[in-house]
């Protein structure tokens, strides 16, 4: 293919999103220098899938290069520049695999898959690369233990005799308000009944 038509593709990847027809995995990767990648593109038919690299962020200064496509006649077929000892793709049934050896900061990116369609251009959601001397640890802050406070139930006291609770209280009281009314009635009625004896007995001596 003519450099000048992967170059108009180029520009396209800032502004195409990741189509469903590929899937591409993973979408991310950190790794530590010299050791191996590999990632994969499937797509739901047979067809030819082309991979590309995106040297930086999306921005007018982007720099996108062709990496390599299998061809079932003459295999992997390079772009310019590719260290072939380092790069190889694949194909597995309908998927294609890209394997990266040696992995240095030079190779951080991100990688995309791509398949020509008639006229549409399909691509891979992206799978960034973070090539890094050493992996970054997410040391873990240290807790102090927190001591939860429990609510302790209330000690159960042995009582003898009835309960002195509000309803028992008030019981109580009512009790001994009806004995003192029934009390006051009662030496009411028996002064009545003592004057009334009186008066009887006046009239009866008359």
């Not at 695999?97 to 006229?119: H, K, Q, W």
């Not at 009512?174 to 007995?201: D, K, N, Q, T, Y």
Request: charged share 15%; hydrophobic share 40%; glycine share 6%.
């Amino acid at each position: 293919m003519q450099p000048g038509l992967w170059l108009l593709l180029a520009a396209q990847l800032a502004v195409l999103h990741g189509s469903s027809v590929l899937q591409q995995t993973p979408p991310s990767l950190m790794i530590q220098t010299d050791k191996t990648v590999v990632m994969s593109c499937e797509a739901l038919t047979s067809t030819r899938i082309y991979w590309l690299r995106q040297r930086q962020a999306p921005s007018p200064d982007s720099h996108h290069e062709f990496l390599a496509v299998w061809d079932s006649l003459k295999g992997i077929v390079y772009g310019q520049n590719v260290n072939r000892e380092k790069l190889t793709v694949f194909p597995d049934a309908s998927r294609s695999i890209l394997n990266l050896t040696r992995v240095e900061p030079a190779d951080s990116g991100i990688y995309f898959c791509m398949t020509i369609g008639n006229p549409e251009l399909n691509f891979g959601k992206g799978t960034q690369l973070s090539v890094v001397d050493v992996l970054p640890t997410t040391a873990q802050p240290t807790k102090k233990p927190t001591t939860k406070k429990r609510c302790q139930p209330p000690s159960p006291v042995t009582q003898k005799g009835p309960s002195c609770g509000p309803i028992t209280l008030g019981l109580l009281v009512a009790g001994v308000l009806l004995l003192l009314v029934s009390l006051g009635v009662a030496i009411h009625l028996h002064r009545l009944r003592r004057r009334a004896r009186l008066r009887l007995l006046k009239q009866f001596y008359k």
